[in-house]
């Protein structure tokens, strides 16, 4: 009988390692993740941009090879600097007949979306969701991924906006009671979605990570001559199995090892 795993990865825009650990305590869904499973630091030796740091981590690549290293604009919804043209792991894992869900996956701009229904997804909103209506719609988002994981699926990867997006609009810096409790809000709720995910799924395998941490005061970037938008290079890890990836390339590898190839 064939080997079938069913392989979920979970990417949790911008959560910080350092501050998921720190405040722990005050995040229950984190928490019962964070102690019943095993964890560490992913750390981010790419280029700290989402771009450039999810092609690595699904073409097992470095910046310099697959050529994205960030954005050639930065007003909604962007264009990123470089293009990779070559194949990515759900690639290589569906022609080998295995199927590939991929929601929101933001390697390049529109995000990749495969294998679902892209009409169900406003992807602009998806991807930066708009202040004004933001809890709305990554619970939207969230309630139509669930849907997909419910679904026959081999390997399930999905990009959430959430810490990241909510740290740019509500918490850019932690300077009062309230701005940690807002971080500690949107933290905890990316952690309760992936659980949710998690449970509905029923993943053999599964992997939260996140492509880096809070924005960066101290480290400057630069791509085709654009100053990027960097963060600190913090992103973390999160499994049921203790094979952890520490490095962004290294998911990759991680997703083949256990499709045994």
């Known amino acids: ?13 911008g959560a910080s390692f350092v501050f998921t650990n720190t405040f722990i305590w005050d995040m229950d869904d984190a928490r019962e993740l964070w102690h019943r499973n095993h964890r560490c630091m992913m750390y981010i030796d790419e ?5 450039a740091v999810l092609t690595s981590m699904f073409t097992g690549k470095p910046t310099c090879e697959h050529g994205v290293k960030g954005f050639r604009t930065l007003e909604k919804p962007g264009i990123i600097a470089g293009e990779y043209r070559g194949k990515y792991i759900w690639d290589e894992l569906e022609e080998r ?5 991929v929601i929101n996956v933001p390697v390049k701009i529109p995000p990749v979306y495969r ?10 909103d ?9 809890l709305p719609v990554v619970t939207r988002f969230h309630n139509v991924v669930c849907d997909y994981a419910k679904r026959d699926w081999d390997l399930f990867v999905v990009w959430y906006p959430i810490p990241d997006q909510a740290h740019h609009h509500f918490f850019q810096t932690i300077d009062s009671d309230q701005k940690l409790r807002e971080a500690c809000f949107w933290y905890n709720l ?20 996140s492509d880096h941490g809070f924005t960066s005061d101290f480290e400057e970037y630069w791509a085709d ?3 990027q938008h960097v963060h600190i290079r913090d992103g973390l890890t999160l499994s ?13 590898h991680w997703i083949k090892r256990r499709f045994r190839l």
């Open 190 to 209: 990316a952690f309760k979605f992936a659980k949710e995910l998690i449970e509905l799924g029923r993943p053999t395998h599964w992997l939260i990570v």
């Open 97 to 101: 007949g295995f199927v590939c869900k």
């Open 47 to 51: 280029p700290p941009i989402t771009p």
């Open 126 to 134: 998806c991807w930066l969701p708009p202040k004004d209506r933001f």
């Open 225 to 227: 001559g654009i100053r």
């Open 1 to 13: 009988m064939r080997y079938m795993p069913r392989v979920m990865v979970i990417v949790l825009d």
């Open 115 to 124: 294998r679902v229904d892209i009409h169900r997804f406003n992807w602009v």
């Open 240 to 252: 049921n199995i203790k094979d952890l990836p520490d490095r962004p390339r290294k998911v990759y």
